[in-house]
């Protein structure tokens, strides 16, 4: 588990045709996650709107052929394992050339959903078409960015 709600730290996610999803290096315990008076917030993160979902290029740039597709999914469930028969909260697909995502861009930042969530979160990726040959990122649940 990991206290500083980072899912992983410039984690290498090429991958030439295998299409196999790779899991996050962290799971986020929610109910870890305690309020002032000391009762777990598990229930509702998102309740203000202000905590997102944030992914960014980490040291190596994405590169792709033009058509590569990677979708990234944040999933909860009730055990350590959220990508493994959890719910799906949300997914987002991103396609990546030779130079469109260089290091420290910013692939995301997405609100979470304000509704119930199970105690574990956990990110993957997928190349889903054509070849990721480089490419880190970096994953965490924080403040609503933008990219300067």
Same mark, same amino acid.
């Given at each position: $588990? ?112 304000? $509704?119930? $969530? ?11 078409? @054509?070849?990721?040959?480089? @490419? ?13």
């Amino acid at each position: $588990m990991d206290a500083q709600l980072i899912f992983a730290e410039a984690l290498d996610i090429t991958d030439t045709s295998s299409y196999v999803a790779i899991n996050f290096t962290n799971v986020l315990d929610l109910g870890a996650i305690k309020d002032h008076k000391g009762d777990s917030i598990q229930h509702v993160v998102n309740a203000g709107g202000k905590t997102a979902l944030n992914i960014i290029v980490e040291n190596i740039a994405l590169v792709g052929d033009g058509s590569t597709t990677v979708t990234f999914s944040l999933y909860d469930h009730t055990t350590v394992t959220p990508w493994s028969g959890g719910r799906k909260l949300m997914e987002f697909t991103i396609t990546v050339s030779a130079t469109n995502y260089p290091a420290g861009t910013q692939i995301c930042s997405l609100p979470l959903p304000a $509704m119930e $969530m199970n105690r574990y979160l956990g990110v993957t990726s997928l190349v889903a078409a @054509g070849d990721l040959t480089a @490419g880190s990122v970096t994953a965490w649940i924080g403040p609503v960015t933008q990219q300067p």
